[in-house]
Nanobody
């Protein structure tokens, strides 16, 4: 069975940091790109960052320079290090594998940036 499970969300003050993790199983993790998406209330789900199977990364302009995506193939886990957080980063963050189907999304983890 395919599973993607996010963790690490929570409440943080503006300027703070948070590290999200997404532990996966049920597919050959090292063969696929991995993505982080986020969705705020009233907004469409949007890509935040991705990392290819070869380690090439890209970021949405709004997070470039503040967020870092990485992967540990030995642990089948993808991470999102979030620094200098802003209130507009508040959203549910979702992990996604580069495969089509609802099984390749995590359940989401809430990130709230507020003083």
């Amino acid at each position: 069975q395919v599973q993607l499970v996010e963790s690490g969300g929570g409440l943080v003050q503006p300027g703070g940091s948070l590290r999200l993790s997404c532990a996966t199983s049920g597919f050959t993790f090292s063969n696929y790109a991995m993505y982080w998406f986020r969705q705020a209330p009233g907004k469409e789900r949007a890509v935040v960052a991705f990392i290819t199977s070869t380690g090439v990364t890209n970021y949405a302009g709004s997070v470039k320079g503040r967020f870092t995506i990485s992967r540990d193939n030995a642990k089948s886990t993808v991470y999102l290090q979030m620094n200098s957080l802003k209130p507009e980063d508040t959203a549910v963050y979702y992990c996604h594998a580069g495969l089509v189907g609802p099984a390749y999304w995590g359940q989401g983890t809430q990130v709230t940036v507020s003083s």
